[in-house]
């Protein structure tokens, strides 16, 4: 699901070939802004969706299985959403850190956003 990925990677190619740049201190106060996102709203919400995927107490009724089915693929597409929004606040961070010339800060941001899609892809 594309939630902001383009846009992320759009910016983080821009920060990379020179033609977004800031000054470092901005940009570090820019990044912080979505790391600050990914660790207290997203961060949170990805443990709670996982957790509504394993529903019980629907009863034996086949309606009531198809429904507990549901509802747990809905929790299933969330947590998908949300990693995706993750992974791309994580790699805007990274991207603002190489406009502002912040190279070995940027590449562990940028690590950190790659490590956010394959514990998405791991589940």
Known sequence: MEVGQSAANALYQQAVGGTFRMEADAARRCAE????????????????????QQLEGFGGFESAQQLQSGFSGKAVKMTEA????????????????????????????????????ASEVQQ
């Open 82 to 117: 949300l990693n995706g929004m993750k992974e791309a606040a994580l790699k805007m961070a990274a991207a603002y850190l190489r406009a502002g010339q912040l190279v070995e800060e940027a590449d562990v941001m940028f690590a950190r956003s790659i490590n956010a899609i």
């Open 33 to 52: 802004v979505y790391t600050r996102f990914v660790e207290t709203t997203l961060s949170p919400q990805v443990g709670r969706s996982e957790r509504l």
